[in-house]
């Protein structure tokens, strides 16, 4: 047994060398993504593999995410740095008025004019003459320009981790006639599945799902060891949102509100998209005084900090309900966990860690915006970012290459330096205007000349 693990390493070795012989760059990058991973998962569940893989590299332990807090728009920022305002995909469900179309996910959810006004990181790596593989990222099965990434695959949940991993591998790798793929993105369902079917407080329920992610993660690091791929690749583990406790006595009927007559229904909760038939303001104030758990806003009165207006897809009036409320037309508790609400709730907050040999070793911050992880990837890769809404200025100092001054350190070092400019101002004064004790010091006595008609004191 032993003997075969052995072959294998050394043959996965064989393989990552040949293949590097002909890369030419940087080195590959790996994206995963967790689907629905809360942020304190990390703290409430052991996840033995995860810490290994961050313990070698990094963590940032909350990743502030883009609102609204579902799958689609949070994973298609990860791979353009842009707000749903400005890559398009603003939720599950859309209608936009210019094209006179609906979007939902599911069969039509390809259809490239919905995800086409961005461009994913998988197009802009072929840009620079990289081969890129996608398995089941939302939105990598959608002909963007013309362009998919080389090598892709359809969404089909009966597809285990393993066998799509084991796919992405083998599109790193490639086959020994051309070059791997530069750049992988890797969707999986967990945690996010179950957190809907049992709510994120179900500690039984949700820890046997986040062993299942975990062991997942171990699988990933074995695989990636197998073939060779471990020391010489960026592996970027995140997810897009986290999830949020319902109940059945927290429930919004929009029934008791407003007759359904009254608006065209887009979206649902917690976030709910409604065309008004009659004049928006009017509904609005009948909406606005619905339900003390629920906010409601005209298109044009969304607040700027959820980056969510500027879009003909933003729909007329958006209601959006407080954390663990659920909004209905009528009925029963649709699901015992969400997530949509308002990206300002910790609930809400995903994680990223991060290994490689572009990344430190050891180190963790606190927090980031999801937006940076866009240009973080793009700096790995060398590759020229598309415009977006991301930065670099506190990704960075995930880089071992990168001179990064931390705040607390810079802080630090001003009011040292303060502190030394004023010891040295105040002993300046002291000493400029002190004053001197005892004898006067010698002088040299100045005396003005006299005429020339003044005769002298002596001959």
């Not at 043959?11 to 760059?25: D, K, M, P, S």
């Not at 039509?108 to 004019?113: A, E, F, H, I, M």
């Amino acid at each position: 047994m032993l003997l075969k693990v052995l072959l294998g390493l050394l043959c996965g070795a064989v393989a990552w060398a040949a293949n590097a012989t002909a890369r030419q760059g940087p080195p590959p990058l790996l994206l995963v993504s967790f689907d629905g991973f809360r942020a304190d998962y990390l703290r409430r569940f052991p996840m033995p593999n995860l810490k290994r893989l961050y313990s070698q590299g990094v963590l940032v332990e909350q990743l502030t995410n883009v609102f609204i807090t579902k799958t689609f728009p949070n994973h298609y920022t990860l791979v353009t740095g842009l707000y749903p305002e400005s890559h398009g995909i603003i939720a599950s469900n859309m209608y936009d008025p210019v094209i006179n179309k609906s979007f939902h996910v599911g069969p039509n959810d390809t259809d490239p004019v919905w995800w086409s006004e961005a461009r994913p990181l998988w197009i802009t790596a072929l840009d620079s003459g990289y081969e890129t593989a996608t398995m089941m990222w939302p939105g990598s099965d959608v002909a963007i320009g013309n362009r998919t990434a080389s090598h892709f695959m359809h969404y089909d949940s009966h597809v285990t981790f393993r066998q799509r991993l084991g796919n992405v591998t083998k599109w790193m790798l490639g086959d020994g006639k051309e070059q791997g793929a530069t750049f992988a993105a890797l969707y999986w369902e967990e945690p996010d599945r179950s957190g809907h079917l049992f709510g994120p407080d179900n500690d039984t329920a949700m820890s046997q799902a986040l062993k299942e992610v975990d062991d997942n993660i171990g699988l990933l690091i074995s695989e990636l060891i197998r073939t060779g791929l471990w020391d010489h690749v960026n592996v970027l583990v995140t997810s897009d949102h986290g999830m949020t406790q319902c109940s059945a006595e927290r429930l919004i009927r929009l029934d008791d509100c407003l007759h359904p007559d009254n608006y065209t229904l887009v979206d649902l909760s917690p976030v709910t998209a409604l065309i008004p038939h009659h004049d928006p303001k009017a509904i609005f104030f009948l909406l606005n005084k619905c339900h003390p758990n629920m906010t409601v806003y005209l298109k044009s009165a969304i607040p700027d900090r959820l980056h969510y207006r500027n879009n003909e897809r933003t729909p007329p009036l958006i209601l959006v309900a407080d954390e663990g409320w659920t909004i209905v037309q009528r009925g029963k508790l649709p699901r015992f966990g969400d997530h949509g609400y308002d990206n300002s709730l910790p609930s809400m907050h995903p994680f990223m860690a991060a290994v490689g040999p572009s990344f430190r070793q050891g180190y963790r911050i606190s927090s980031l915006q999801s937006v940076d992880i866009y240009p973080l990837m793009c700096r790995l890769l060398s590759v020229p970012p598309q415009p977006n809404n991301g930065t670099l200025n506190q990704a960075r100092c995930l880089l071992a290459a990168e001179i990064c001054w931390e705040l607390p350190l810079v802080a630090g070092l001003v009011v040292g330096v303060l502190l030394v400019l004023t010891t040295i101002t105040v002993l300046f004064r002291f000493l400029r205007f002190r004053r001197p004790s005892g004898s006067r010091p010698f002088q040299r006595l100045q005396v003005e000349e006299d005429d020339e008609d003044d005769e002298p004191l002596l001959e």
